[in-house]
């Protein structure tokens, strides 16, 4: 089956660690995006790639990275600097970026 | 002010209900509209994609878009337990989407 796989589903992390988040799809989108949900509040943009090796900044990117090296991955890392880590992070893709994105089952990250 | 606003609701309904979901916008360059279902612990689903004024279905669902008003809605027909989850409007131009908070929607046997 065609689709996006987050993993892991729940992700602790301590002061001072990074983590990285994995997304993988199959769906031979050529872009992809993170997202974080916070209750009460829509998907706000982390990081955004249009193609493999380019990646642009959202609306949230400070303490967070991305790389692109691969179509199907698109890993996301917390950094120590992201003082407030703790959301839902969610994975999307779609074939383009006016295009409909679908997206992955999620990541909860807490911290310890 | 927000340029997408939803009601997060709970709205909470029995079964067989018609359910109406709305979102407003400010922002008049928004050119498509999405509604995503949301469960709980899981990622947003797409339900509906319409980039045009006027209504468009699909089974039991039916949205709405009007420009003019800057409003759109989606109307679940003979709603069921298994619709009971959190309804996402989304609203895209230039390559950005903007989501709604969500509205959350319980559906009771």
């Given at each position: 089956d065609g689709g996006i796989t987050q993993s892991p589903k729940y992700l602790f992390r301590k002061e001072g660690q990074n983590v990285t988040l994995s997304c993988e799809q199959?769906?031979?989108?050529?872009a992809m995006y993170w997202y974080r949900q916070d209750p009460g509040q829509g998907l706000r943009l982390i990081y955004y790639s249009q193609i493999v090796n380019d990646f642009q900044k959202g609306d949230i990117a400070e303490g967070y990275s991305v790389s692109r090296e691969k179509k199907e991955s698109f890993p996301l890392t917390v950094t120590s600097?992201?003082?407030?880590?703790t959301a839902f992070y969610l994975c999307a893709s779609s074939p383009d970026t006016d295009q409909p994105q679908h997206f992955g089952d999620g990541t909860r990250l807490s911290i310890l | 002010q927000k340029e997408v606003e939803q009601d997060p609701g709970p709205l909470s309904v029995p079964e067989g209900a018609i359910v109406s979901l709305n979102c407003t916008y400010s922002?008049?360059?928004?050119q498509y509209f999405m509604w995503y279902r949301q469960y709980s612990r899981k990622g947003p689903e797409l339900l509906m994609y319409t980039y045009s004024s006027g209504n468009k279905e699909d089974g039991r669902f039916t949205a709405q878009v009007d420009k003019s008003s800057k409003y759109i809605s989606l109307f679940i027909r003979d709603?069921?337990?298994?619709?009971?989850a959190t309804y996402l409007c989304a609203m895209e131009y230039g390559n950005k989407l903007v989501f709604g908070a969500g509205t959350i929607l319980r559906v009771k046997s």
């Amino acid at each position: 089956d065609g689709g996006i796989t987050q993993s892991p589903k729940y992700l602790f992390r301590k002061e001072g660690q990074n983590v990285t988040l994995s997304c993988e799809q199959n769906l031979n989108h050529d872009a992809m995006y993170w997202y974080r949900q916070d209750p009460g509040q829509g998907l706000r943009l982390i990081y955004y790639s249009q193609i493999v090796n380019d990646f642009q900044k959202g609306d949230i990117a400070e303490g967070y990275s991305v790389s692109r090296e691969k179509k199907e991955s698109f890993p996301l890392t917390v950094t120590s600097a992201q003082k407030n880590p703790t959301a839902f992070y969610l994975c999307a893709s779609s074939p383009d970026t006016d295009q409909p994105q679908h997206f992955g089952d999620g990541t909860r990250l807490s911290i310890l | 002010q927000k340029e997408v606003e939803q009601d997060p609701g709970p709205l909470s309904v029995p079964e067989g209900a018609i359910v109406s979901l709305n979102c407003t916008y400010s922002n008049s360059a928004f050119q498509y509209f999405m509604w995503y279902r949301q469960y709980s612990r899981k990622g947003p689903e797409l339900l509906m994609y319409t980039y045009s004024s006027g209504n468009k279905e699909d089974g039991r669902f039916t949205a709405q878009v009007d420009k003019s008003s800057k409003y759109i809605s989606l109307f679940i027909r003979d709603s069921q337990p298994s619709d009971s989850a959190t309804y996402l409007c989304a609203m895209e131009y230039g390559n950005k989407l903007v989501f709604g908070a969500g509205t959350i929607l319980r559906v009771k046997s």
